[in-house]
């Protein structure tokens, strides 16, 4: 590892990785080592392996992988990155609410006794865990280390989830309680681009200003600039809301740094922090962000264009899936996937038939298309529009309804006038009591189209 070390200092593009994820990242010298020599991973221009590389670059930049420094992972789960950081300190601890209830299968310790042998039972073959501890521990008490007692930490986009304002200072406060002056702490987090923070419950996506803010009550430096960057390449695109539609796995397809929900632009953000040494916190500088803003946003409205100018298929049943599901979709591969199985029975039961996911439009006017043929049901069927804000679980409202009879071989279109600040999704429930009814879903089919000028 001495040798990698040294490779990485000689490759050096940047003293500090202060920045949000831009595709062009990946051809950075020192990105790309540690990618490949570090990490052991072919470049994929996806967000987690941009946080665990510049996690490591900050450290290794800032002499925490001398041997001789303590510190700490903050909701690690069991991420690579603990089982190479671990031996280049003189001891390191993982942390995590590690228990058998948790949705994160990275820290669901299910027949494991103890969260030490759930973390250490995953490390890859040769590791050495010798001088590693792991604790249950929440990131908003940090009461098991003594002040100025670690060296460095970091985590790798748990922040956001950890609760509200009160309990993210809570926990940038604990952590420059427990850091030694001079040491840091390498946070990843979701980042906006022209929007307000989104208050999602335990999900939290933030603009630039919040997190500046945060920093400044939790007496937190910040290294000086923020690179706010972003080249104009193709790769630097928001990827299309493919979770919305019919055709399941095309996510992958998409390897793009830049996500978009609900008609919203993010990625992930790097911010390398310290105790404050002086009488006020340093602010930073975030060159090139107003033009990347505009970038983005035109590119949002753009990908609105070229996706809805043709009738796209949806997945007509996307709300009816636990709802936890749509605002952690880009986390769904760290999630426990059996609590996201669609049971169409009980839905039915309930009298739901169809919730399709909340797209944003623009003010492009717009149309949802329906097919179906049901058998088994002889009551109504109620079909409503409802509109929101992006990025809210709660608020929706109906601004169009119509009702159907549940004729085999319906066929129907609903046009409506969407607002640029919301989002639209279509539903249908069963207006009889269809309980004890064998419904019989031969066909259903959802289709959306804007009429774009």
Same mark, same amino acid.
């Given at each position: 590892?001495?040798?990698?070390?040294?490779?990485?200092?000689?490759?050096?593009?940047?003293?500090?990785?202060?920045?949000?994820?831009?595709?062009?990242?990946?051809?950075?010298?020192?990105?790309?080592?540690?990618?490949?020599?570090?990490?052991?991973?072919?470049?994929?221009?996806?967000?987690?392996?941009?946080?665990?590389?510049?996690?490591?670059?900050?450290?290794?930049?800032?002499?925490?992988?001398?041997?001789?420094?303590?510190?700490?992972?903050?909701?690690?789960?069991?991420?690579?990155?603990?089982?190479?950081?671990?031996?280049?300190?003189?001891?390191?601890?993982?942390?995590?609410?590690?228990?058998?209830?948790?949705?994160w299968k990275t820290a669901n310790i299910k027949?494991?006794?103890?969260?030490?042998?759930?973390?250490?039972?995953?490390?890859?073959?040769?590791?050495?865990?010798?001088?590693?501890?792991?604790?249950?521990? /929440?990131?908003?008490?940090? &009461?098991? $280390? !003594?002040?100025?007692?670690?060296?460095?930490?970091? @985590?790798?986009? +748990?922040?956001?989830?950890?609760?509200?304002?009160?309990?993210?200072?809570?926990?940038?406060?604990?952590?420059?309680?427990?850091?030694?002056?001079?040491?840091?702490?390498?946070?990843?987090?979701?980042?906006?681009?022209?929007?307000?923070?989104?208050?999602?419950?335990?999900?939290?996506?933030?603009?630039?200003?919040?997190?500046?803010?945060?920093?400044?009550?939790?007496?937190?430096?910040?290294?000086?600039?923020? /690179?706010?960057?972003?080249? &104009?390449? $193709? !790769?630097?695109?928001?990827?299309?809301?493919?979770? @919305?539609?019919? +055709?399941?796995?095309?996510?992958?397809?998409?390897?793009?740094?830049?996500?978009?929900?609900?008609?919203?632009?993010?990625?992930?953000?790097?911010?390398?922090?310290?105790?404050?040494?002086?009488?006020?916190?340093?602010?930073?500088?975030?060159?090139?962000?107003?033009?990347?803003?505009?970038?983005?946003?035109?590119?949002?409205?753009?990908?609105?264009?070229?996706?809805?100018?043709?009738?796209?298929?949806?997945?007509?049943?996307?709300?009816?899936?636990?709802?936890?599901?749509?605002?952690?979709?880009?986390?769904?591969?760290?999630?426990?996937?059996?609590?996201?199985?669609?049971?169409?029975?009980?839905?039915?039961?309930?009298?739901?038939?169809?919730?399709?996911?909340?797209?944003?439009?623009?003010?492009?006017?717009?149309?949802?298309?329906?097919?179906?043929?049901?058998?088994?049901y002889a009551g109504n069927i109620t079909w409503?529009?409802?509109?929101?804000?992006?990025?809210?679980?709660?608020?929706?409202?109906?601004?169009?309804?119509?009702?159907?009879?549940?004729?085999?071989?319906?066929?129907?279109?609903?046009?409506?006038?969407?607002?640029?600040?919301?989002?639209?999704?279509?539903?249908?429930?069963?207006?009889?009591?269809?309980?004890?009814?064998?419904?019989?879903?031969?066909?259903?089919?959802?289709?959306?189209?804007?009429?774009?000028?």
């Amino acid at each position: 590892m001495t040798d990698h070390l040294a490779a990485i200092q000689s490759l050096k593009s940047r003293d500090y990785w202060q920045k949000y994820c831009v595709c062009e990242d990946w051809y950075e010298a020192d990105f790309d080592y540690v990618v490949k020599q570090i990490l052991q991973q072919n470049a994929s221009q996806r967000r987690k392996q941009w946080e665990c590389a510049t996690i490591f670059l900050n450290l290794a930049h800032h002499g925490m992988f001398s041997g001789d420094k303590v510190g700490a992972a903050f909701g690690a789960g069991r991420e690579k990155l603990l089982y190479i950081i671990a031996p280049l300190t003189q001891a390191f601890h993982a942390t995590d609410l590690y228990t058998m209830q948790t949705v994160w299968k990275t820290a669901n310790i299910k027949r494991f006794n103890t969260p030490e042998e759930f973390v250490k039972a995953a490390a890859p073959a040769g590791s050495n865990t010798d001088n590693m501890k792991v604790h249950d521990m /929440d990131m908003r008490d940090l &009461s098991y $280390f !003594a002040d100025d007692s670690l060296d460095f930490c970091y @985590s790798a986009c +748990a922040f956001e989830h950890i609760g509200d304002r009160d309990d993210f200072i809570q926990h940038l406060k604990e952590v420059r309680r427990v850091l030694k002056p001079g040491g840091i702490y390498s946070m990843t987090t979701e980042f906006l681009f022209g929007d307000a923070t989104k208050t999602l419950p335990h999900n939290y996506k933030f603009d630039l200003e919040y997190l500046r803010e945060l920093f400044i009550e939790s007496g937190l430096d910040t290294a000086a600039e923020f /690179d706010g960057h972003c080249d &104009s390449s $193709f !790769a630097n695109w928001p990827k299309p809301p493919v979770d @919305s539609f019919m +055709a399941k796995g095309l996510s992958n397809r998409f390897p793009t740094p830049f996500l978009y929900l609900e008609g919203i632009p993010y990625t992930t953000c790097n911010f390398l922090l310290s105790p404050q040494q002086g009488d006020q916190p340093l602010t930073f500088a975030a060159p090139g962000m107003t033009r990347s803003i505009n970038l983005m946003t035109n590119r949002s409205n753009q990908l609105i264009k070229s996706t809805f100018n043709t009738w796209q298929l949806l997945d007509p049943y996307n709300r009816l899936r636990r709802e936890v599901k749509n605002y952690l979709a880009d986390h769904q591969e760290y999630l426990i996937e059996a609590g996201f199985a669609l049971n169409i029975e009980e839905n039915l039961v309930n009298g739901f038939l169809v919730f399709t996911d909340y797209i944003h439009l623009s003010d492009f006017p717009a149309k949802f298309k329906v097919q179906y043929d049901i058998s088994g049901y002889a009551g109504n069927i109620t079909w409503q529009v409802f509109e929101k804000e992006a990025m809210r679980a709660e608020g929706r409202q109906p601004i169009l309804k119509q009702t159907t009879k549940s004729h085999q071989h319906q066929s129907f279109t609903l046009a409506f006038q969407p607002k640029a600040d919301r989002v639209y999704a279509l539903s249908a429930q069963l207006v009889a009591n269809p309980k004890n009814a064998q419904i019989n879903i031969n066909n259903l089919l959802v289709w959306l189209k804007a009429k774009v000028e």
